[in-house]
C-alpha cells in the first residue's frame, strides 16, 4: 500500500517488490532469523546466495531496491530502530554473468531441432534436462540410466565432491527422455557405457564439449545473438524458477550449492516440498 499510493508504482512494480521481500523472509524463517534481528551480514549473504544462483543483474538489484525500500520503512514506522541495509550494496554492473535465456528463446532452440535424427531427439532430451533440472554439464555427461525415477519424477544426481542430491524432473523432461530412450535402444552401445543416458550414434558418453556445441550451434540455430554455453541453461533454470515465487533454499538444493549441498543437510528437507517448488514455480510446468 505505501508503495502504490505514496510512491507512485505500478501494479506489476508493487508485485514484483512484495515477492522480492518475501523471498527474503522466506530466507530468514529458513536460517533461523527474524526481520527485527536481521543484520548487514545476513543481507549481504541472501544477496550473495542470489547472484551465485546466477540471476540476472537487473533482478538482483531490483531485489536489493526492494529490500531497502522494506527496512526503511520499518524504520519510520518504528518497528525496527536500525535500518541494516544502509551498507547493503547492489550487484557491480561490470561482472559478468552467464547469459540467462528467456522462455521463448528456449522454445526457439527446441524448435530448431531436426527431430526426424537421432541426434535430434537426443538434443532435445539433452536441452530439457539442462533446463528442466539446472543440472551442470558434467552432471549432464554422467546422468545414469539408472538414477531416474520416473514414475516419482526425479532423478539422483551426481556432483560435486562425490555429493548426492535428489532433483525433482518436469514432465516435459520425462516426456523427452523417454522419447530418447526409444531411439538410443537402436545404437550400439560401447561396453561400461551400458548406464549412461546421453550417449552418441557411436555408442559412448558425450564429452563435455560435446554438449557445449550443441547448445551453442542450436543457440545459433535459433537466431540468438548471445554467449549460451550449457552453464546458461542452468542459470535460466535458476532465474526463472527464482522470479516465478521459488523458495531460495529449495532452488540452492535443487542445484546442489556447495555451501549447503551436504547430503546430510539435504536429506533432511521433505522431497514433495521440493517436487512442488519445481511442479509450481518451473516454466515448463504452466505449459
Known amino acids: 500500500m505505501h508503495m502504490s499510493l505514496e510512491r507512485g508504482m505500478s ?29 548487514l551480514t545476513d543481507l549481504q549473504q541472501f544477496a550473495a546466495d542470489c547472484y551465485d544462483l546466477g540471476i540476472a543483474i537487473s533482478t538482483l538489484a531490483r531485489i536489493i531496491s ?38 521463448a528463446e528456449i522454445d526457439a532452440m527446441i524448435d530448431a531441432i531436426d527431430m526426424s535424427k537421432f541426434e535430434g531427439v537426443r538434443n532435445r532430451a539433452i ?38 542430491r535428489l532433483v525433482p524432473m518436469a514432465a516435459t523432461t520425462i516426456d523427452a527422455i523417454k522419447e530418447y530412450m526409444e531411439v538410443r535402444g537402436d545404437i550400439t552401445i560401447k561396453p561400461g557405457e551400458g548406464n549412461i543416458l546421453f550417449v552418441s550414434r557411436r ?31 542452468r542459470h535460466s533454470f535458476a532465474t526463472h524458477l527464482l522470479e516465478g515465487g521459488a523458495n531460495l533454499r529449495a532452488i540452492q538444493q535443487m542445484l546442489g550449492h556447495e555451501s549447503i549441498s551436504t547430503t546430510e543437510v539435504y536429506l533432511h528437507l521433505d522431497r514433495t516440498f521440493l517436487r512442488n517448488e519445481i511442479l509450481t514455480h518451473h516454466p515448463r510446468n504452466a505449459k
Open 11 to 39: 501494479a506489476n512494480t508493487v508485485d514484483a517488490y512484495s515477492n522480492d521481500v518475501m523471498k527474503l523472509l522466506n530466507y530468514c524463517s529458513d536460517n533461523g532469523h527474524t526481520v527485527d534481528r536481521v543484520t
Open 66 to 103: 526492494g529490500i531497502k525500500s522494506f527496512f526503511h520503512w520499518l524504520v519510520r514506522e518504528n518497528y525496527i530502530e536500525v535500518d541494516p541495509t544502509q551498507l547493503l550494496e547492489g550487484p557491480r554492473v561490470g561482472r559478468k554473468l552467464p547469459e540467462v535465456l528467456s522462455i
Open 127 to 164: 536441452i530439457e534436462t539442462l533446463y528442466g533440472c539446472g543440472l551442470r554439464v558434467s552432471e549432464l555427461v554422467n546422468l545414469e540410466i539408472s538414477r531416474i525415477y520416473a514414475s516419482e519424477q526425479y532423478v539422483i544426481v551426481h556432483g560435486k565432491g562425490d555429493k548426492e
Open 203 to 233: 555408442g559412448s558418453r558425450l564429452t563435455r564439449m560435446m554438449v557445449y556445441y550443441i547448445v551453442s550451434g542450436l543457440a545459433e540455430a535459433a537466431g540468438i545473438n548471445k554467449e549460451i554455453s550449457p552453464h546458461s541453461m
